[in-house]
């Protein structure tokens, strides 16, 4: 159970520093979700956001940062 809980307050102080990295990135002016290629749909009741753009930049910027993390812990 220790490792458990020790895997969840890993994860939980992760998710903090990752909100305060997308705040501070719209506070400084970074278009992240408004890139081309992010669909919005405003109706009379209801907002719907698909952020396809920023998904896609993201996961490229992930995986080379994964691949260089990778590539240099050999």
Do not use: Q, W
């Not at 305060?20 to 408004?34: E, K």
Request: some cysteine; glycine content about 14%; aromatic content about 8%.
């Amino acid at each position: 159970m220790n490792e458990l809980g020790k895997t969840l307050l890993g994860l939980g102080v992760l998710l903090a520093c990752i909100g305060a990295v997308v705040l501070i990135a719209g506070r400084i002016g970074l278009p992240l979700g408004r890139l081309p290629g992010d669909f919005v749909h405003r109706g009379r009741r209801v907002t719907v956001f698909f952020p396809l753009g920023t998904s896609i930049l993201l996961s490229v910027l992930l995986s080379v940062l994964f691949y260089l993390i990778s590539h240099f812990r050999r």
